[in-house]
């Protein structure tokens, strides 16, 4: 059984906001047949390469596009 966008984006928005080095507040998560595109701001690049790997490990996304800028 497929896993709903809608259901995928609140999965990796809650795992970014369980996660202490990713400011989950400033990263909005889009979902479109499984593929999430993370925007807004982070710290660092460290941060950008963690919130892509924290998305890619949630179960049903297929794959994970970048629109983080860091601030």
């Known amino acids: 059984m497929a896993i709903s966008d809608t259901a995928i984006s609140a999965r990796v928005k809650a795992a970014l906001a369980a996660d202490p080095d ?22 660092s690049p460290d941060n950008i390469r963690r919130a892509l790997d924290v998305a890619r490990g949630v179960d049903g996304v297929r794959e994970v596009r970048n629109a983080l800028i860091v601030k």
């Open 22 to 43: 990713v400011k989950a507040r400033d990263v909005q998560v889009e979902t479109f047949r499984g593929t999430v595109q993370l925007s807004g701001f982070v710290d």
